[in-house]
C-alpha cells in the first residue's frame, strides 16, 4: 500500500505526527551539535543557541519546516513506500542540509 497525497498533507499538517516530532528532535540535534562543534559558523552558532535557550523552538522549526524536509527525494520516497515511515537518520541528514535556510527560520521568543 503507498500513501497518498491526502495522507502525506496529513502526515505534514498534523503537529502529532511521527515525522514532525522526528523533525523537532533532529533540530535539536542540530543545534546541540553546532554549540559543540570547534569552529561553527556564526550564524547558525546563534541559531542553535536561539534553539537550544528555548523549549518551543524545535517544534516551532519543524513546524515551519516539514515542507522543506518532504521535498527530499530519500524522504517523500519513504514516506510514499513504506506509508508513515521513515528513518530518524534520513531527517536527521535533511535537516543538517537545511541548516543554512533553517537558520533563517524564526525562533518563537522564549517560554514553552
Excluded: C, H
Excluded at 28 to 41: L, V
Excluded at 44 to 63: C, F, M, Y
Excluded at 84 to 105: E, G, I, K, M, Y
Amino acid at each position: 500500500m503507498s500513501t497518498t497525497y491526502s495522507q502525506l498533507f496529513d502526515l505534514a499538517v498534523n503537529p502529532a505526527t511521527v515525522l514532525r516530532k522526528q523533525i523537532s528532535v533532529a533540530v535539536f540535534k542540530a543545534a546541540t551539535d553546532i554549540t559543540n562543534a570547534a569552529e561553527p559558523i556564526p550564524a547558525q552558532l546563534l541559531w542553535a543557541r536561539g534553539v537550544l535557550e528555548n523549549p518551543s523552538a524545535p517544534k516551532s522549526i519543524a513546524d515551519q519546516s516539514v515542507w522543506l524536509v518532504l521535498q527530499n527525494a530519500s524522504v517523500f520516497t519513504s514516506l510514499t513506500t513504506t506509508p508513515f515511515t521513515v528513518t530518524d537518520s534520513d531527517v536527521q541528514f535533511v535537516v543538517n542540509s537545511l541548516l543554512p535556510q533553517l537558520a533563517r527560520v524564526r525562533i518563537p521568543a522564549g517560554g514553552n
